[in-house]
């Protein structure tokens, strides 16, 4: 944790306002981010980012700093995000992201494309990107959380552990089968891909963005 942040979080324990409010700025956005990413949608991103900075600046004096600041803010967004979707029928098979694995958990994949063969212009073009935010989507909550953490925000696998409160195999175990998930979810959508000529995308269209 940076000098600057250690010495704003104790600042706002001991009831400076200032220092609170630079601290909620500060991550403002990276939260939100992927409290819109873990939901799906903006109404719950904007609700779950209130309900995380609510709890963050209630649970504050307890915070000892044993984490980073940031990897306890994400735990309480995803908690806070997961809570929600527990409680609607959109996903009434919700997967406890503590919960130990079962074997059989997560069916392996049937169908899968390599997407390695598939041409660079395709891979980055705004269709890709539609069909890549609905699978994502499509993902059981354990896997999607995992996925969102390790491959779109780029946070370590020992971080993610910590965030979710699960070991650094189940982040590694959960991380492959949400990939495989995905790879089978897209194959349809590259079988389609593949059998009709594709024109060369207009570079101002070359993102992979998710946001």
Request: hydrophobic share 40%.
């Amino acid at each position: 944790m940076m000098q600057n942040e250690e010495t704003m979080i104790a600042q706002a324990r001991c009831g400076d306002r200032d220092a609170l409010s630079q601290l909620v700025e500060s991550h403002l956005h990276p939260v939100y981010r992927v409290a819109l990413r873990m939901c799906g949608n903006v109404s719950d991103a904007e609700e779950t980012l209130q309900e995380t900075f609510l709890s963050a600046i209630k649970a504050l004096p307890q915070f000892e700093g044993r984490a980073h600041f940031s990897t306890w803010l994400y735990r309480i967004a995803s908690n806070a995000c997961l809570m929600r979707r527990r409680h609607e029928a959109a996903e009434p098979d919700f997967f406890s992201i503590e919960a130990e694995d079962e074997p059989d958990a997560f069916p392996a994949p049937r169908l899968l494309i390599d997407w390695s063969a598939q041409p660079v212009d395709v891979v980055l073009d705004h269709e890709l990107r539609d069909e890549m935010q609905e699978a994502v989507a499509a993902l059981p909550p354990a896997l999607r959380i995992v996925f969102l953490w390790r491959d779109l925000e780029g946070i370590s696998t020992a971080e993610t552990a910590e965030i979710l409160g699960i070991t650094e195999s189940a982040v590694k175990v959960r991380l492959h089968r949400a990939r495989l998930q995905l790879r089978e979810l897209l194959s349809h959508y590259w079988a389609a891909r593949s059998s009709t000529p594709q024109e060369k995308p207009n570079a101002t269209t070359r993102t992979t963005s998710l946001t």
